[in-house]
Structures are given as structure tokens and as C-alpha cells.
């Protein structure tokens, strides 16, 4: 990589808030073609524990619609961050699955039967008791490459009835 390149990347990863993480971008189509498993289910329960030096919450959902993949009647969704005991850490810009929660979920295979949420905040949608389906992005910062380098991206929350969104992205998957 060019001294230019990694200069540029420096700055702006210097411009970015210290309580952020930076992903790339990912619109609906890309959400969608990418996951592995999309599930609309509810948050049953949310364990969290010491991985090496750093606290990993394993969330199980109980799962009430498959849109893409195949899933039993729970998946096991891991996150970072948590609390054990005393000590609690925070992980800008990933997905929070709260018990008791309805959500909808593009999910990443992880291996040992886990999964992650695609992009971070990306990959989760709270389902509101109307019907609406809405991204969290707080903490997330996105960046994309391109030919100058790299740029940093306004996220944009997306916000769908329910009934919508399951319909854009069973299209998405069915091409």
C-alpha cells in the first residue's frame, strides 16, 4: 500500500468518532445476498461470557419465519460485548439483541452452529409493535473503498413495514 493510501486512511480513521466502528456499506440487496440465514424471530435469551480477553453475549433466537437458508426452531446469534459478574464492555456499532425483543436478522455462519449479524448494526432489524422494521446504526461508522480511497458514508437507517421488507427481500433471493 502506498505511504499516500495509508496516510489517507489514517485521517480518516482519526475523523472518526472514538466510539465507532467502521464497516463497509451494505444496502438491502448486498444484506440479503450475502447472509448466509435471514430470520424474523424473538430474542428468548441472551448469555454473556469471557472469550479470551473479551466479553462475547450469545442471544438465542426463537425462530417464527425463515426468508432465506434453513434454521430449527433456534439459532444461536453471537455478539460482542456483554456483561459478567461486575464487568461490562461495549462494542460500538454491533447488533444489540435484548430478550423479549422481535427481531429480523441477516446472519453470517460463524461455525460451531453460531452465527453473526451481517455488518454489525446492519444486520438487525427491531420489529415495533406496528409493524415497522428499523435498523439501530448508532456507533457504526461505514466507509467504503473507492479509486481516490477511501470515503467515509452517511449511514442511513432503513425503516420498512414488515410486510415490505419480507417481500424485497424474498425478490432479492429468489434471483
Same mark, same amino acid.
Given at each position: 500500500?502506498?505511504?499516500? &493510501?495509508?496516510s489517507?486512511l489514517?485521517?480518516?480513521? =482519526?475523523?472518526?468518532?472514538?466510539?465507532?466502528?467502521?464497516?463497509?456499506?451494505?444496502? +438491502?440487496?448486498?444484506?440479503s445476498r450475502?447472509?448466509?440465514?435471514?430470520? &424474523? #424471530?424473538?430474542?428468548?435469551?441472551?448469555?454473556s461470557? %469471557?472469550?479470551?480477553?473479551h466479553?462475547?453475549?450469545?442471544?438465542?433466537?426463537?425462530?417464527? @419465519?425463515? %426468508?432465506?437458508?434453513?434454521?430449527?426452531?433456534?439459532?444461536?446469534v @453471537?455478539?460482542?460485548g456483554?456483561?459478567?459478574?461486575?464487568?461490562?464492555?461495549?462494542?460500538?456499532?454491533?447488533?444489540?439483541?435484548?430478550? #423479549?425483543?422481535?427481531?429480523?436478522?441477516?446472519?453470517?455462519?460463524? #461455525?460451531g #452452529?453460531?452465527?453473526?449479524?451481517?455488518?454489525?448494526? =446492519?444486520?438487525?432489524f427491531?420489529?415495533?409493535?406496528?409493524? %415497522?422494521?428499523?435498523?439501530?446504526?448508532?456507533?457504526l461508522?461505514?466507509?467504503?473503498?473507492?479509486?481516490?480511497?477511501?470515503?467515509?458514508?452517511?449511514p442511513?437507517? +432503513?425503516?420498512?413495514?414488515?410486510?415490505?421488507?419480507?417481500?424485497?427481500?424474498? @425478490?432479492?433471493v429468489?434471483?
Amino acid at each position: 500500500m502506498s505511504v499516500r &493510501r495509508v496516510s489517507l486512511l489514517a485521517v480518516l480513521l =482519526l475523523a472518526v468518532p472514538a466510539r465507532a466502528s467502521v464497516v463497509e456499506p451494505l444496502d +438491502l440487496p448486498a444484506l440479503s445476498r450475502g447472509a448466509d440465514l435471514i430470520v &424474523r #424471530g424473538q430474542v428468548v435469551r441472551a448469555v454473556s461470557a %469471557w472469550d479470551g480477553d473479551h466479553i462475547v453475549t450469545r442471544s438465542t433466537i426463537e425462530v417464527r @419465519r425463515v %426468508w432465506k437458508g434453513r434454521a430449527g426452531r433456534t439459532v444461536v446469534v @453471537r455478539t460482542l460485548g456483554g456483561v459478567v459478574g461486575t464487568i461490562g464492555q461495549k462494542a460500538p456499532g454491533e447488533a444489540s439483541l435484548a430478550p #423479549g425483543e422481535e427481531v429480523i436478522l441477516f446472519l453470517e455462519a460463524a #461455525g460451531g #452452529g453460531e452465527f453473526l449479524p451481517a455488518g454489525m448494526a =446492519l444486520g438487525k432489524f427491531a420489529v415495533s409493535g406496528d409493524g %415497522w422494521a428499523t435498523q439501530d446504526l448508532a456507533g457504526l461508522t461505514l466507509a467504503r473503498r473507492d479509486a481516490a480511497g477511501v470515503v467515509l458514508v452517511e449511514p442511513r437507517p +432503513l425503516r420498512l413495514p414488515v410486510r415490505e421488507l419480507e417481500a424485497r427481500v424474498r @425478490r432479492l433471493v429468489a434471483r
